[in-house]
């Protein structure tokens, strides 16, 4: 809630008069609780979740030929109904386990600082924390993940995230309840570590979510805006993990490429990448493809 009681209030405060974004950030926050704001949280999960994936599925439905040529494992078809189970296993997860997390999480986020008053950050000011919550989110998780690839960690755990052989959107945050937790932390680290504004923490919520469907999504768009990321890996590169399974020991990272690089874990992508896509280059006119047989055939 904000310490004032007028928009002429805030600007006195501040010295300077408002400008829109603050505007409207005044006229929506002023009279809400900080718990209540941080709920969002929340909502944004389940809304965000529900509608980004929802243009791969219409093109697993649609398989067209146009479309086809970007699927990362082609035999893989996915019906309605299968889409549809994993949607529901994951929202359970969502509604009984992460967002009670996130209500009783409040006085964690009050204590590290995340603030909802004005002045509102600058645009670089938030572009900088995200880069930072996001580097710190894909070396956490890289350990992690590893960590989960253990023997006890895959068959209790993480053996749940690798039914997917061949991802799907929805299949993203499909997992053991407790490696939602685990790896929910590694999202949670850059914001505990560099505290920001509220909206700047919704904001990396809402792009992580982005980011985790579009890895998992099973479709490899050269169009995408990702690809101009330097080190990004997206879909095909983490693809490739879930499609060797339970012996993976490549391409652990969630969103760049150099932690498995400067640790040794990418490979055997590397590997399979130089070899098969030599062969799928004839084939396909340049589109990489692997199928199990492919590794069968190594
Ligand atoms: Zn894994
Ligand atoms: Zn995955």
């Not at 479309?67 to 997860?93: G, L």
């Not at 997390?101 to 000011?125: A, D, H, K, N, Y």
């Amino acid at each position: 809630m904000l310490p004032f009681q007028s928009i002429q209030e805030a600007e006195s405060s501040l010295g300077r008069n408002l400008k829109f974004a603050e505007n409207l950030w005044f006229k929506y926050s002023a009279n809400k609780s900080d718990y209540f704001l941080y709920c969002h949280n929340t909502i944004f999960l389940l809304v965000f979740y529900t509608l980004l994936p929802l243009p791969y599925v219409i093109a697993e439905l649609l398989r067209s030929n146009k479309i086809e040529r970007f699927k990362i494992q082609p035999k893989v078809n996915n019906s309605f109904k299968d889409m549809f189970n994993c949607y529901k296993n994951v929202m359970t997860i969502f509604i009984l386990v992460v967002g009670p997390l996130q209500l009783f999480s409040f006085p964690v986020i009050q204590s590290i600082g995340i603030r909802t008053g004005l002045p509102l950050p600058s645009g670089t000011e938030m572009l900088l924390q995200m880069l930072v919550y996001v580097l710190i989110e894909d070396y956490s998780n890289y350990w992690l993940h590893r960590l989960l690839h253990c023997k006890w960690g895959y068959e209790k755990i993480h053996r749940v995230h690798h039914e997917y052989t061949a991802p799907i959107g929805f299949a993203a945050p499909y997992a053991h309840w407790a490696e939602v937790l685990i790896l929910g932390f590694a999202s949670f680290l850059g914001p505990m570590m560099v505290p920001g504004h509220m909206i700047t923490f919704w904001l990396w919520m809402v792009l992580r979510q982005m980011e985790a469907i579009e890895t998992h999504s099973g479709y490899d768009f050269p169009w995408s805006i990702t690809k101009f990321i330097p080190f990004y890996g997206g879909a095909e590169y983490h693809d490739y993990h879930h499609f060797v399974g339970k012996q993976s020991h490549s391409n652990f990272a969630s969103v760049f490429t150099y932690c498995d690089y400067i640790y040794g874990t990418n490979k055997g992508y590397r590997y399979r990448k130089s070899v098969f896509g030599k062969l799928r280059e004839k084939q396909n006119g340049g589109k990489y493809n692997i199928s199990r047989q492919d590794l069968k055939a190594e």
